[in-house]
């Protein structure tokens, strides 16, 4: 994409936030005669932390077009699934941080989404008893959403598993990662890369990437949690 393209930009609403969000063309929000579309996306009941499993809508239908119609929808739930309804149903099966992301496209092309200002849906761990003996993983990451070729630090010392009654870091015996790119990594503080610098590399790179971390404990059990991380491109 050339610097001497236009900029257009959409403004979006999640989780009842007004969020700002930009892809494309110029400061004037015109691709040619063109005006971007809306993207409005709202959270049933302001949903902000949830239970494993537990039901969310996902609503759409307050994105509009000045200069014409939308035609398509597309919803990025952070966790690897999508939607293209307007009115979306979804269950997190795993626990983490999510990233939602919705865009917009109108009937001449036009795409608006909310990248400028994204907001998360956490998704709770279920209740690990001292009898379980199952892990707890966790993930720390300084930054989820970054641009492409920027390389992101890892950190799953956080996570524990019971020990005599307590929680333990040290019986974590290992970590393994899947970055959601078709690359992984093991150990408890991994670095990764996603999309390579400058070129038309960077923006194949942009989008959502469900990052995985599965902590397996010395006895043998684990647990897995997700972070989305949200790749932009290097002139957003």
Known sequence: MKEN?????????????????CLGIG????IGDNLNPQAVAVVSSGQKV?????AIQFDASGSSDDDGSIVSYLWDFGDGTQSTNKL???KYLNPGEYIISLSVTDDKGAVGNNDRKLSYVTVLHPEVSSSSNLPYALI???????RAGSEIEFNGN?????????PSTAEIQSCSWDFGDGNTATGSIVKHTFGSSGGFSSYSSVGSYPVKLTAYS?????DVVYQTIRVLSEEF
């Open 158 to 166: 956080g996570s524990w598993a019971w020990l005599d009654g307590s």
């Open 218 to 222: 010395s006895g043998g059990s684990f």
């Open 88 to 90: 979306a149903n979804h």
């Open 140 to 146: 720390s990451v300084k930054s989820s959403v970054i």
């Open 5 to 21: 393209m236009n900029k257009f930009s959409s403004l979006a609403i999640v989780g009842l936030l007004m969020l700002s969000g």
């Open 27 to 30: 400061d004037d929000g015109v």
């Open 50 to 54: 949830v239970d494993l499993g537990e």
